[in-house]
């Protein structure tokens, strides 16, 4: 069976300051080696709600300088 989606981003989140869902900013927090590590932020109190790591494909390579 072939697969039908590669990856998901959260728009809307649970906020517990805002006590709703909420639409989100995702941020870049971290570029670590086994993939990228993001942060879902509340546009209405800048509260952390969720993060996520998005896996490396194995033929992706950081270069360092």
Do not use: H
Request: proline share 3%.
């Amino acid at each position: 069976m072939k697969q039908s989606y590669k990856d998901f981003d959260a728009t809307e989140l649970f906020c517990p300051q805002c006590r709703r869902a909420v639409p989100v900013r995702k941020r870049l927090l971290l570029v670590l080696t086994e993939g990228e590590k993001y942060d879902y932020s509340c546009v209405y109190c800048g509260t952390s709600v969720g993060d996520k790591l998005v896996k490396e494909n194995a033929n992706s390579k950081i270069l360092l300088r």
